[in-house]
């Protein structure tokens, strides 16, 4: 079919942690896909969870699908 134009995405599944905050963990795993993927186009988040050391949240981490776009 000439003419058409088609766009084909792909979806990965990564995880980020952060000390501070699920923000902040976002912010760094969608720059780090970022680095390393090219045509990064959105993300959501999957899941999230906290660790915690005597009682006391110490880390976020947060599980995100990235998409991107596939280049010919």
């Known amino acids: 079919m000439k003419?058409?134009?088609m766009t084909v995405a792909r979806i990965t599944e990564i995880s980020s942690v952060s000390s501070v905050?699920?923000?902040d963990a976002i912010?760094?795993?969608v720059e780090r896909a970022n680095k390393?993927?090219?045509n990064v186009?959105?993300?959501w988040v999957k899941d999230q969870e906290v660790t915690?050391?005597?009682g006391?949240?110490?880390g976020y981490k947060v599980v995100l699908k990235v998409t991107?776009?596939?280049s010919d």
Do not use: E
């Open 56 to 58: 006391k949240v110490t």
């Open 36 to 38: 390393t993927l090219k």
């Open 27 to 29: 912010v760094q795993g």
């Open 3 to 5: 003419g058409k134009v």
């Open 52 to 54: 915690i050391d005597n």
């Open 21 to 23: 905050s699920f923000q």
């Open 41 to 43: 186009k959105g993300a």
């Open 68 to 70: 991107f776009i596939l």
